[in-house]
Nanobody
Framework: QVQLVESGGGLVQPGGSLKLSCRAP????????RGWYRQALGKEREMVAV???????DYADSVSGRAIVSKDDFENTVDLQMNNLNLDDTALYYC?????????????WGQGTQVTVSS
């Protein structure tokens, strides 16, 4: 069982910023992509930001210009910096690692970290 360790969620005022961090065990190799998804109450999980191993990045339109995703290959981490937060950013945020190893795809998820934007 691969455990992704997430940190950085919490309560933030509208217009504020926060940084989410996720660390995968060093045993996770051959990463194709890593990133962040979120699920708001009553809604489906959606992609927030994903960075591929070759550095290509994809952002959701709703966070484009407000979010920066970054990775550290040595530490096996992926971070998400989000600025100018608004009420619609309130959600449970999950980190995700996808890759190909030993002849099959893997798709690992963190347990989620809550981000609440409220005044």
């Amino acid at each position: 069982q691969v455990q992704l360790v997430e940190s950085g969620g919490g309560l933030v005022q509208p217009g504020g910023s926060l940084k989410l961090s996720c660390r995968a065990p060093q045993s996770v190799h051959s990463i194709y992509s890593r990133g962040w998804y979120r699920q708001a109450l009553g809604k489906e999980r959606e992609m927030v930001a994903v960075i591929r191993n070759d550095g290509v990045i994809d952002y959701a339109d709703s966070v484009s210009g407000r979010a920066i995703v970054s990775k550290d290959d040595f530490e096996n981490t992926v971070d998400l910096q989000m600025n100018n937060l608004n009420l619609d950013d309130t959600a449970l945020y999950y980190c995700n690692y996808k890759g190909w190893e030993q002849g099959k795809w893997y798709d690992y998820w963190g347990q989620g970290t809550q981000v609440t934007v409220s005044s």
